[in-house]
């Protein structure tokens, strides 16, 4: 399917402008530069009660101004207007479908299993693709036909669309992204895209895990020695909000990052293995995740509870108080968010 332009797609809502509201991406060429067809891209949305985020979603993908695209959704039989949302857009969908499913790692399976692209990326139902994200993406993966993966930076906002800060990543290494108490899972899902035959080497996404199915899935491709490539530019748009999985059940988050990084671990030696722990328990991972929460807490004015995830913050890694956050976040508790800009203002060189 060749996407659509900005005008053959339904008007945007009022209130709505910029990317992808009223702007789209850069048009390609009708062919490669060498006369082949553009090689075909697959998209997978999982989507579930997600309906004030999913049409933001739908247009950054059809706004990419591919003329080889292949867009599938999976909804888990949302109660809210999802499905409303997607058939507003349907006529420029290749397949959809609203059912129950068994979570997110089983929809989003069920998109990869039908898709006939070359080249696959999937993106949730509340975060966005940059303009020219799939160009992008099919520029690397055709320069070098050894990489079975690309992935880029991010942008983070709130649930608001309000830019929270920009996410820089690193060159894949198997050996620090298996530490996540050390780098975390370094790798924004929403910038990948990976070759189709990925999946016939290492299969499809563990279906039991309901947090790291990403976190999972880099390190066996890694353990296949497929090559990873790090595109230093910012793909993709990820979402953080109170009601997202990684923020609202930290813990269980947490304790499914542990058990993936233990399991790839694989064979070591009794030395490796108080190694491990011994880096785990110095990390400010857990600390510094119960930090993130208190800032996303108090931000959203329920300060009771950001006062309690920085004291959890605290008890996961007593050294977190030396961080400059952490201290922010203290004098935000004791003096209130006005007098901190005062302080702010009289210590910190303009």
């Given at each position: 399917?060749?996407?659509?332009?900005l005008?053959?797609?339904?008007?945007?809502p009022?209130?709505?402008?910029?990317?992808?509201?009223?702007?789209e991406?850069?048009?390609?060429?009708?062919?490669?530069?060498?006369?082949?067809?553009?090689?075909?891209?697959s998209?997978?949305?999982?989507?579930?009660?997600?309906?004030?985020?999913?049409?933001?979603?739908?247009r950054?993908?059809?706004?990419?101004?591919?003329?080889n695209?292949?867009?599938?959704i999976?909804?888990?039989?949302?109660?809210?207007?999802?499905?409303?949302?997607?058939?507003?857009?349907?006529?420029?969908?290749?397949?959809?479908?609203?059912?129950?499913?068994?979570?997110?790692?089983?929809?989003?399976?069920?998109?990869?299993?039908?898709?006939?692209?070359?080249?696959?990326?999937?993106?949730?139902?509340?975060?966005?693709?940059?303009?020219?994200?799939?160009?992008?993406?099919?520029?690397y993966?055709?320069?070098?036909?050894?990489?079975?993966?690309?992935?880029?930076d991010?942008?983070?906002?709130?649930?608001?669309?309000?830019?929270?800060?920009?996410?820089?990543?690193?060159?894949y290494n198997?050996?620090?992204?298996?530490k996540?108490?050390?780098?975390?899972?370094?790798?924004?899902?929403?910038?990948?895209?990976?070759?189709?035959?990925?999946?016939?080497?290492?299969g499809?996404?563990?279906?039991?895990?309901?947090?790291?199915?990403?976190?999972?899935?880099?390190?066996?491709?890694?353990?296949?020695?497929?090559?990873?490539?790090?595109?230093?530019r910012?793909?993709?748009?990820?979402?953080?909000?109170?009601?997202?999985k990684?923020?609202?059940?930290?813990?269980?988050?947490?304790?499914?990052?542990?058990?993936?990084?233990?399991?790839?671990?694989?064979?070591?030696?009794?030395?490796?293995?108080?190694?491990?722990?011994?880096?785990?328990?110095?990390?400010?991972?857990?600390?510094?995740?119960?930090?993130?929460?208190?800032?996303?807490?108090?931000?959203?004015?329920?300060?009771?509870?950001?006062?309690?995830?920085?004291?959890?913050?605290?008890?996961?890694?007593?050294?977190?108080?030396?961080?400059?956050?952490?201290?922010?976040?203290?004098?935000?508790?004791?003096?209130?968010?006005?007098?901190?800009?005062?302080?702010?203002?009289?210590?910190?060189?303009?």
């Amino acid at each position: 399917m060749l996407c659509p332009t900005l005008n053959e797609l339904p008007p945007p809502p009022p209130d709505k402008t910029g990317w992808p509201w009223t702007e789209e991406s850069p048009q390609l060429l009708g062919a490669m530069p060498d006369g082949k067809s553009w090689p075909k891209i697959s998209i997978v949305t999982p989507s579930y009660n997600q309906g004030q985020y999913l049409e933001e979603t739908i247009r950054s993908v059809l706004l990419q101004n591919y003329p080889n695209l292949e867009y599938i959704i999976i909804d888990g039989g949302s109660s809210d207007n999802s499905v409303e949302v997607i058939k507003k857009y349907e006529k420029w969908l290749s397949y959809w479908v609203s059912e129950p499913d068994r979570g997110q790692s089983h929809a989003i399976n069920k998109g990869l299993k039908i898709v006939k692209g070359e080249i696959i990326g999937w993106l949730n139902s509340d975060d966005v693709y940059m303009r020219g994200a799939i160009s992008t993406a099919v520029e690397y993966l055709l320069s070098d036909h050894q990489i079975a993966m690309i992935y880029g930076d991010c942008t983070q906002t709130d649930n608001a669309s309000r830019k929270i800060s920009y996410y820089k990543s690193e060159n894949y290494n198997r050996n620090t992204l298996i530490k996540w108490w050390r780098k975390s899972n370094y790798i924004p899902q929403p910038t990948v895209f990976l070759r189709k035959s990925v999946f016939n080497e290492v299969g499809y996404l563990n279906e039991k895990l309901r947090f790291c199915m990403d976190y999972d899935l880099w390190l066996r491709i890694g353990e296949k020695h497929l090559k990873i490539f790090y595109v230093p530019r910012a793909i993709a748009n990820y979402r953080i909000t109170d009601t997202s999985k990684t923020g609202s059940q930290l813990p269980l988050f947490f304790h499914e990052f542990e058990e993936i990084s233990k399991r790839h671990w694989g064979k070591i030696t009794s030395l490796g293995y108080l190694y491990y722990w011994f880096s785990y328990l110095m990390s400010f991972r857990k600390a510094a995740g119960y930090l993130g929460l208190a800032q996303l807490e108090w931000s959203e004015k329920r300060y009771v509870q950001a006062r309690k995830y920085l004291l959890k913050s605290f008890l996961n890694g007593p050294f977190i108080i030396f961080k400059r956050n952490y201290i922010s976040m203290s004098l935000r508790n004791l003096i209130g968010d006005k007098n901190v800009i005062k302080l702010k203002d009289i210590f910190v060189k303009k």
